[in-house]
């Protein structure tokens, strides 16, 4: 469809727990031009979820992966491995934290919250980087997905923030690493979605009205743009872009006041 560059092209989609996950809008705009599909998925609810949006696509694979447990990360490679002789690109679309970690002050934040956040949310990255390392080649491209939080204050979202900041840090890491290889590393700060994750945030639609009210396109963003976005960098029209965090978020984050 629109981006023939992405015909055939294998990726590994994580993060999927339903309709409404960011990494579900970027699969679906990854299957509508032409691209060979797996997901990975966290536990046996969110595989019941996930296995019919699988079907739907075509996916070649739907195999789990708790990022927390190397093993797992271990074991997804090698399935991936037995099914594709390569893999051209790989969405992160993971993060979590305690819930009594985002509200409330940010200074209250305890070691293993902070730490749990942490390892979910930004070292996950550079561990799928490097199970996917030797399956990966000339070209191949990693996005992952990050929020305004992660570079500026946002009440509410505190460890989340710290551990964007250091996912964002990593995409840079990474990008260093791997690009002597051609392997390039990019993230989306996206403007706020109303997704499973941000569910149950308290104040989550005041963050949704105020990004209607005051960015530039004065409207949020939708999960195809979003997907739309991701499908670029993904592809080889980004060719030259590595280490970057472009935001697809109506402008928002241009607002000094
Ligand atoms: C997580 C959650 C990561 C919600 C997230 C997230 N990245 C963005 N959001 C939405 C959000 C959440 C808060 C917020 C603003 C946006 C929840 C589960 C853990 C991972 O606060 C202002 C709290």
Same mark, same amino acid.
């Given at each position: 469809?629109?981006?023939?560059?992405?015909?055939?092209?294998?990726?590994?989609?994580?993060?999927?727990?339903?309709?409404?996950?960011?990494?579900?809008?970027?699969a679906?705009?990854l299957?509508k031009?032409?691209a060979r599909?797996?997901?990975?998925y966290?536990?046996a609810?969110?595989k019941?979820m996930?296995?019919?949006?699988?079907?739907?696509?075509?996916?070649?694979?739907?195999?789990p992966?708790?990022?927390a447990?190397?093993d797992?990360?271990?074991?997804?490679?090698?399935?991936?491995?037995?099914?594709?002789?390569?893999?051209?690109?790989?969405v992160?679309?993971?993060?979590?934290a305690?819930?009594e970690?985002?509200?409330?002050?940010?200074?209250s934040?305890?070691?293993?919250?902070?730490?749990l956040?942490?390892?979910?949310?930004?070292?996950?990255?550079?561990?799928?980087?490097?199970?996917?390392?030797?399956?990966?080649r000339?070209g191949?491209?990693v996005?992952?997905l990050s929020?305004?939080?992660g570079?500026?204050?946002?009440?509410?979202?505190?460890?989340?923030?710290v551990?964007k900041?250091?996912?964002e840090?990593?995409?840079?890491?990474?990008?260093?690493?791997?690009?002597?290889r051609?392997?390039?590393?990019?993230?989306? *700060? &996206?403007?706020?979605?109303?997704?499973?994750? /941000?569910?149950g $945030?308290? %104040?989550?639609?005041?963050?949704? !009205?105020?990004?209607?009210e005051r960015?530039?396109l004065?409207?949020?963003?939708?999960?195809?743009e979003?997907g739309? *976005? &991701?499908?670029?960098?993904?592809s080889s029209? /980004?060719?030259? $872009?590595? %280490?970057?965090?472009?935001?697809? !978020?109506s402008?928002?984050?241009?607002?000094?006041?």
């Amino acid at each position: 469809m629109l981006n023939q560059a992405l015909e055939g092209k294998r990726f590994l989609v994580t993060g999927v727990a339903n309709q409404r996950s960011i990494a579900w809008g970027i699969a679906q705009c990854l299957a509508k031009c032409g691209a060979r599909l797996g997901f990975t998925y966290q536990g046996a609810r969110i595989k019941e979820m996930v296995t019919p949006l699988a079907e739907s696509v075509s996916a070649d694979f739907l195999l789990p992966c708790d990022v927390a447990d190397d093993d797992q990360i271990d074991a997804l490679f090698e399935g991936v491995g037995n099914t594709w002789d390569g893999l051209d690109g790989i969405v992160h679309a993971i993060a979590f934290a305690k819930r009594e970690d985002l509200a409330g002050e940010f200074v209250s934040t305890s070691r293993d919250g902070f730490a749990l956040a942490h390892d979910i949310s930004a070292y996950s990255l550079t561990r799928l980087c490097q199970g996917g390392l030797d399956l990966m080649r000339e070209g191949s491209s990693v996005v992952a997905l990050s929020y305004i939080g992660g570079e500026r204050v946002v009440p509410g979202y505190n460890v989340m923030g710290v551990a964007k900041a250091s996912l964002e840090m990593s995409v840079r890491y990474l990008a260093a690493d791997l690009g002597p290889r051609g392997i390039r590393v990019n993230a989306i *700060s &996206a403007g706020p979605v109303k997704t499973l994750a /941000a569910r149950g $945030v308290s %104040g989550f639609t005041k963050i949704l !009205d105020h990004v209607e009210e005051r960015a530039p396109l004065r409207r949020n963003v939708s999960l195809e743009e979003i997907g739309c *976005s &991701a499908s670029f960098l993904l592809s080889s029209l /980004a060719s030259g $872009v590595t %280490g970057e965090v472009m935001h697809v !978020d109506s402008g928002f984050h241009v607002l000094g006041f």
